[in-house]
C-alpha cells in the first residue's frame, strides 16, 4: 500500500523560506510522477511542481525561479524547496504520486497517491 507523508510546513514571513519533504513508502512502480500541489479556501487545486522518473521536473509558472523540487531516491524522498514566499502561497500543500510519466500542467486529476497535506501560512 502506498503511503504519502508530508512534512515540513508552517508559518513564515514574506520573503522567507520553508522546506518540504514527502516520504513515499509501498512505491514500486518503476515509472512514476511525484510533486505538489496546493488548495488555498476558496481555490482550486493548483498544481505547484512535480518531478519525474526520468528526472524531469515542472513546475506552475507561478513558482518557478522561486521553487525547487528534488528527490532522494535513496531516501524514498521527495523535497520542494521554497524560497522568497508570498502572502498568496499560502495553502494546504499535498504530496501526490501517479505510476506514469508527468503530464502537466495538472490539477491533480490523474493522480491516485495522496498525502495527508500540510500546512504553509505567509504573512505579509
Known amino acids: 500500500q502506498v503511503r504519502l507523508v508530508e512534512l515540513g510546513g508552517g508559518s513564515v514571513q514574506a520573503g522567507g523560506s520553508l522546506r518540504l519533504s514527502c516520504a513515499a513508502s509501498g512505491y514500486t512502480a518503476s515509472r512514476y510522477c511525484i510533486g505538489w500541489f496546493r488548495q488555498a479556501p476558496g481555490k482550486e487545486r493548483e498544481g505547484v511542481a512535480v518531478i519525474e522518473f526520468t528526472g524531469r521536473t515542472f513546475y506552475a509558472a507561478s513558482t518557478e525561479g522561486r521553487f525547487a523540487i528534488s528527490q532522494d531516491n535513496a531516501k524514498n524522498t521527495v523535497y520542494l524547496q521554497m524560497n522568497s514566499l508570498r502572502p498568496e502561497d499560502t495553502a494546504m500543500y499535498y504530496c501526490?504520486?501517479?505510476?506514469?510519466?508527468?503530464?502537466?500542467?495538472?490539477?491533480?486529476?490523474?493522480?491516485?497517491?495522496w498525502g495527508q497535506g500540510t500546512q504553509v501560512t505567509v504573512s505579509s
Open positions: 501526490a504520486a501517479r505510476d506514469d510519466y508527468c503530464v502537466w500542467p495538472s490539477r491533480g486529476g490523474l493522480f491516485g497517491y
